[in-house]
T-cell receptor
Framework: AQKVTQAQTEISVVEKEDVTLDCVYETRDTTYYLFWYKQPPSGELVFLIRRNSFDEQNEISGRYSWNFQKSTSSFNFTITASQVVDSAVYFCALSEAYRNQGGKLIFGQGTELSVKP | DADVTQTPRNRITKTGKRIMLECSQTKGHDRMYWYRQDPGLGLRLIYYSFDVKDINKGEISDGYSVSRQAQAKFSLSLESAIPNQTALYFC??????????????FGPGTRLTVL
């Protein structure tokens, strides 16, 4: 069965600190996709990144970076120089890859990040 | 206008009542999904649909039913609401391309309270 674990329920940092959100997943599939979504206090879900299981290159987008390691089944998310606007709940998710599997997302429990000024 | 809309945005109802949550999308996607969010549990899949004729149960479908009235519309019904169905409900859409399943686009959510 597929599973995503975000062991950090809550993280609190002071502005400008770097912070890493952990994500560990389980799947028997060899091809799959990994995602990160952000849920700010307003409640909507904002897509951040999609990663194919064959692509283990790390990705950087501004202050955000992602480290994907198949050997440890992890897809961690780092925010550099955090800002108050980064305060949100962050979800890691796993999806099957094949067309007939439906693209269903399996979500982790979420990590609530609080960035204090 | 938003690509994925949900109505109502908030609803308070009583145990035993029938409730329908509606979702519409303008993205032209054929896949649509219903999830519920509970504190500490993340989002869990209730139902998903490939197209109008193909509807599938998700992880937690008991107590729920769905209807795909058109490619753009996917409704979720609680036939007899109970308090533990109090949650935030999200509709989402996606499509499949040569590169596989793309990201899901979520509606704004419906906060349902069952008293």
């Amino acid at each position: 069965a597929q599973k995503v674990t975000q062991a950090q329920t809550e993280i609190s940092v002071v502005e400008k600190e770097d912070v890493t959100l952990d994500c560990v997943y389980e799947t028997r599939d060899t091809t799959y996709y990994l995602f990160w979504y952000k849920q700010p206090p307003s409640g909507e879900l904002v897509f951040l990144i999609r990663r194919n299981s064959f692509d283990e290159q790390n990705e950087i987008s501004g202050r955000y970076s992602w480290n994907f390691q198949k050997s440890t089944s992890s897809f961690n998310f780092t925010i550099t120089a955090s800002q108050v606007v980064d305060s949100a709940v962050y979800f890691c998710a796993l999806s099957e890859a094949y067309r007939n599997q439906g693209g269903k997302l399996i979500f982790g429990q979420g990590t609530e990040l609080s960035v204090k000024p | 206008d938003a690509d994925v809309t949900q109505t109502p945005r908030n609803r308070i109802t009583k145990t035993g009542k029938r409730i329908m949550l509606e979702c519409s999308q303008t993205k032209g996607h054929d896949r649509m999904y219903w999830y519920r969010q509970d504190p500490g549990l993340g989002l869990r899949l209730i139902y998903y649909s490939f197209d109008v004729k193909d509807i599938n149960k998700g992880e937690i479908s008991d107590g729920y039913s769905v209807s795909r009235q058109a490619q753009a519309k996917f409704s979720l019904s609680l036939e007899s609401a109970i308090p533990n169905q109090t949650a935030l409900y999200f509709c989402a859409t996606s499509d499949y391309s040569a590169g596989g399943y793309n990201e899901q686009f979520f509606g704004p959510g419906t906060r349902l309270t069952v008293l």
